[in-house]
């Protein structure tokens, strides 16, 4: 058995957080990928996340980690070289950066689910809204959210420069604007051209676009062109 193993999906938000991570550190990992995650969970990933049944999960020498904000403060810690910091040594920056990196899941994510999945609510598309705009708040005057190097929440928040982006295009919906939360798309792109690695393994676009569609068409939610 190889040391590190990701379980994992191609095209979702929470396991690229993970792979990034780990190739950001130089931990070679082999990638087990999971077929159907959401209506057919393999027995893997119901015996290594009993409690969430979700991906991604870490597996390393055998031991299993899920959540992947957990797991990248994990291999942050267990692959401390130096060379690719993911969360800042200074105590009150530690807890600034997982209070970001929290805040994107519970406010900017939990909020699109509830607009994309359930049904489309005015308080819901607010809440994201608001939620962007504190986000471009604490982008002021930085170029990524970790300063110069790119950080814990600069690769949690990819699920906002990158997935939001094509998960409301799928919807025919608008959350982020690239009016109002210019910043985020800038940000994105300095992102980008700062990190090669970030930059060649994103999913596709189209191929993302397709799969939102897809799920969007499958949950009977109407698409306005
Ligand atoms: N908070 C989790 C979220 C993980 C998550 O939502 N994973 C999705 C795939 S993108 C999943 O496994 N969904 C299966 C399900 O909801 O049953 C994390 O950060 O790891």
Redesign the pocket.
């Known amino acids: 058995m190889s040391e590190v193993e990701v379980l994992g999906?191609p095209l979702?938000?929470?396991?690229f957080r993970v792979e990034i991570a780990l190739k950001l550190k130089g931990i070679q990992y082999d990638f087990i990928q999971e077929e159907d995650?959401?209506f057919n969970?393999s027995p893997l990933l119901l015996k290594y996340n009993p409690v969430?049944?979700?991906?991604?999960v870490l597996l390393h020498n055998g031991k299993s980690l899920?959540?992947?904000?957990i797991i990248l403060e994990y291999i942050d810690e267990t692959w401390d070289n130096n060379t690719a910091p993911l969360l800042p040594k200074d105590p009150y920056q530690r807890a600034q950066a997982r209070f970001w990196a929290k805040f994107i899941?519970e406010k900017c994510v939990a909020a699109t689910r509830k607009i994309l999945y359930a049904e489309e609510s005015e308080k819901a598309r607010d809440e994201v809204q608001g939620a962007l705009n504190l986000l471009v708040d604490e982008l002021n005057g930085k170029t990524l959210f970790g300063g110069e190097s790119v950080g814990l929440v600069d690769i949690a928040a990819i699920v906002v420069g990158y997935w939001i982006d094509v998960i409301q295009e799928a919807a025919g919906l608008e959350v982020l604007s690239r009016e109002k939360h210019a910043k985020i798309y800038e940000w994105m792109e300095a992102l980008m051209s700062k990190c090669s690695v970030i930059k060649e393994n994103l999913p596709p676009r189209d191929k993302l676009l397709a799969y939102y569609q897809a799920r969007i068409i499958g949950k009977g939610t109407i698409i306005h062109h």
């Open positions: 999906g979702s938000p929470f396991s995650y959401r969970k969430h049944k979700k991906i991604p899920a959540e992947s904000l899941d």
